[in-house]
């Protein structure tokens, strides 16, 4: 079985700290994707990688930057924590191709700055 | 712009009735995939059913069915027989063959009522 996995299910932290917020894939995935999940707005993508050093602007990168050094590891940097990034954050990874496209999820992380 | 809609923001349905989830999606691709994933409480979210676009067929996943109507741009997900384990929120996925990114909708939270 695909196995994500992320490094805290839950994360507190003060405005203004930098976290790190870390995902491994088991399945040699080319590609890798961070998303915020928020009530009632769905998944929102920040992030992804389709290889490693490589990364793309999601819909919502602001505030936030990416790290992909490894092949199997995803990072997502919020670079000065704000109260509007409280929120549950979701990795993902997939295959580019082949005859399944579907996104491996990791059980999140739900990050509260205060 | 690709755009998906879930307009049934809750539901309910009783034990061992049988609900329809909707969605609807917007594109000008001819080729893509649809999928709906399942998101119980607290735990990871996982694929339910996948439908590619130049499959005619509806694809059917024991209990989970989807409605496919490629014209109307409508991809519904029925579940039969209902069982408490299908308490989650819902969400449907769009994936284009010309890129890697998912597009999600806002999710449809199902309780089963015993």
């Known amino acids: 079985d695909v196995k994500v996995t992320q490094s805290s299910r839950y994360l507190v932290k003060r405005t203004g700290e930098k976290v790190f917020l870390e995902c491994v894939q088991d399945?040699?995935?080319?590609?890798m994707f961070w998303y915020r999940q928020d009530p009632g707005l769905g998944l929102r993508l920040i992030y992804f990688s389709y290889d490693v050093k490589m990364k793309e602007k999601g819909d919502i990168p602001e505030g936030y930057s990416v790290s992909r050094e490894k092949k199997e590891r995803f990072s997502l940097i919020l670079e000065s924590a704000s109260t509007n990034q409280t929120s549950m954050y979701l990795c993902a990874s997939s295959f580019p191709g082949g005859a399944h496209y579907e996104q491996y999820f990791g059980p999140g992380t739900r990050l509260t700055v205060t | 712009a690709q755009t998906v809609t879930q307009s049934q923001p809750e539901m309910s349905v009783q034990e061992a009735e049988t609900v329809t989830l909707s969605c609807t999606y917007d594109t000008s691709e001819n080729n893509y995939y649809l999928f709906w994933y399942k998101q119980p409480p607290s735990r990871q979210m996982i694929l339910v059913i996948r439908?590619?676009?130049?499959?005619?067929q509806n694809a059917t996943e024991n209990r989970f069915s989807v409605n496919f109507q490629k014209a109307a741009k409508s991809f519904s997900l029925k579940i039969s027989d209902s069982q408490l384990g299908d308490t989650a929120m819902y969400f449907c996925a769009f994936m284009t063959l010309t890129g890697n990114q998912f597009y999600f909708g806002t999710g449809t939270s199902l309780t089963v009522i015993p």
């Open positions: 439908q590619e676009a130049y499959k005619q």
């Open positions: 399945m040699d995935h080319e590609n």
